[in-house]
């Protein structure tokens, strides 16, 4: 379809909008995520006048790039690179499609693709994407340098090592993020909610591209397996085959799969996994293409399961994510725990363009089992269950002090932390009362911090860090324990 050399053309020419609107990721490109933007614009009591219009040729194309890049190379004030030009008017057709999905990469930029896609890679470990003109989170990658630092998904980042980034693409944005191990990056986030910018100070390291973590789960005699899913890459349906093969031989009362904050990834990995758990002859994912005609995918397993399999979903889980998630609760009848998805019913691929730089297109719809249309709009828990409320508490930013008497939404993060951390601080409205104070003098001394009262910077970074180790505890979540209890009760 795209080896045609004047459909090249037309991708490369027939636009002079500059900007670009699209996906990348801090970790891989193949599957990103982001709210669709679209615009309306409503005219009223306005005659337009008639124009009568023709079909436009592939030389009606070339003729007029050929014309407006001479007059704008010749005649602009300044001189111009002619390579701008050209990716400036590959950009501005991808950005008329209002569609961040679809990116363009530079030679520079797709070989930074292939090289995520390596066995690891060094950087912050979050997935991100262009939504309205701003960098935005997508997921943090478990166990990495952004989720420890307290980055959440549709953060916002404004700036980059204290300079504003308005006005780059995506992937001069992820450019400045990555960097070299042990190396630190300030990101400056509006996060949804919080009226104040908050400052993360992220060190980089090493991210591995490990995409399956197993346990199993022993409790009243009874085993329940537990899968985590970080991505979809090539190799994931291969290891997940693997690890449930291995806890079936141990006889299992029950199989957890766990893809929370997952962004996505290859569709065939996705279904290749379905192959393994969807009944079969039932519908893993169904494409649609631009005419509206469906491809149904079926699955091929033999023999259905005999023991129940939960889901665990939340609103950083994505794209291949809830093909995964959408197929078990409908096609399987089986339970869905956690919070709706996050909405992205998209598949894109990427384009070569013949000198190194690629085009990442949307090519499809996918519709879930049933066919429905997630995108916007997620796939719903069939159990409803959200986390304590020190889970989804923001990082507490201090410039001075904070201190009795004081209130601001600050305070309100660290009362939500103490709380969670077992100390009552009395109030959760930000205001620092004499008990606010109490507990964190209580605080400090079990944390070998000077007993001030007050929450300065340490005291602050302190309280993230212990918030973070009781997040990563199996016993504080809600929603695996929810779904322990769902299978051991079967």
Do not use: C
Request: cysteine-free.
């Amino acid at each position: 379809m795209y080896n045609n050399s004047k459909s090249i053309a037309l991708f490369i020419f027939l636009a002079f909008l500059i900007g670009v609107g699209g996906t990348y990721s801090a970790m891989t490109l193949f599957d990103s995520v982001a709210p669709k933007v679209t615009q309306e614009v409503v005219e009223k009591n306005v005659e337009q006048p008639t124009v009568e219009t023709k079909p436009v040729t592939m030389d009606d194309v070339l003729a007029k790039f050929s014309k407006a890049y001479q007059i704008i190379s010749e005649s602009y004030v300044e001189e111009v690179e002619g390579q701008k030009l050209l990716e400036g008017a590959i950009q501005g057709m991808l950005e008329t499609l209002n569609d961040p999905y679809s990116v363009y990469m530079d030679q520079a930029t797709a070989k930074q693709f292939m090289d995520s896609l390596d066995s690891h890679f060094q950087g912050i470990g979050a997935e991100v994407s262009m939504t309205n003109g701003r960098v935005t989170i997508v997921a943090p990658f478990r166990n990495s340098p952004a989720e420890k630092a307290g980055l959440r998904p549709n953060d916002q980042i404004l700036k980059i090592d204290g300079e504003g980034i308005e006005g780059l693409s995506l992937y001069e944005a992820v450019l400045k993020i990555r960097g070299e191990k042990g190396t630190v990056v300030n990101l400056t986030i509006e996060r949804p909610g919080v009226t104040d910018p908050i400052d993360f100070a992220v060190t980089r390291d090493d991210i591995p591209i490990e995409t399956i973590r197993t346990s199993l789960i022993e409790r009243d005699g009874q085993k329940v397996a537990l899968i985590e899913i970080t991505s979809f890459s090539e190799g994931t349906a291969r290891d997940f085959a693997k690890a449930l093969s291995e806890f079936e031989a141990q006889g299992i009362a029950g199989l957890i799969i766990d893809v929370r904050g997952n962004p996505g990834g290859y569709l065939r990995s996705v279904q290749e996994i379905g192959h393994l758990l969807v009944p079969g002859g039932k519908p893993i994912v169904q494409i649609e293409n631009r005419a509206g005609d469906r491809e149904r995918y079926l699955s091929s397993l033999k023999e259905e399961k005999d023991y129940p399999i939960i889901t665990l979903i939340n609103k950083g889980s994505a794209s291949a994510s809830e093909i995964l998630a959408a197929a078990l609760k409908e096609a399987g009848g089986h339970d869905v725990v956690g919070e709706t998805t996050f909405g992205k019913g998209t598949v894109q691929q990427a384009l070569q363009m013949g000198d190194g730089s690629e085009i990442k297109l949307t090519l499809y719809r996918w519709l879930t089992s049933a066919g429905n249309n997630i995108n916007e709009v997620g796939v719903e828990p069939t159990v409803p269950v959200m986390q304590p409320d020190f889970f989804y508490a923001s990082p507490v930013n201090v410039e001075e002090p904070l201190k009795f008497d004081m209130m601001n939404e600050q305070i309100k993060n660290a009362q939500v932390m103490l709380k969670g951390l077992g100390l009552e601080p009395g109030r959760v409205d930000g205001y620092f009362g004499s008990q606010t104070e109490k507990a964190v003098i209580a605080f400090q001394r079990t944390n070998d911090l000077e007993a001030t009262g007050e929450i300065d910077k340490e005291t602050a970074e302190k309280l993230q860090s212990r918030i973070i180790e009781e997040v990563r505890k199996k016993e504080n979540d809600r929603q695996l324990n929810t779904a322990i209890e769902m299978i051991l009760q079967r």
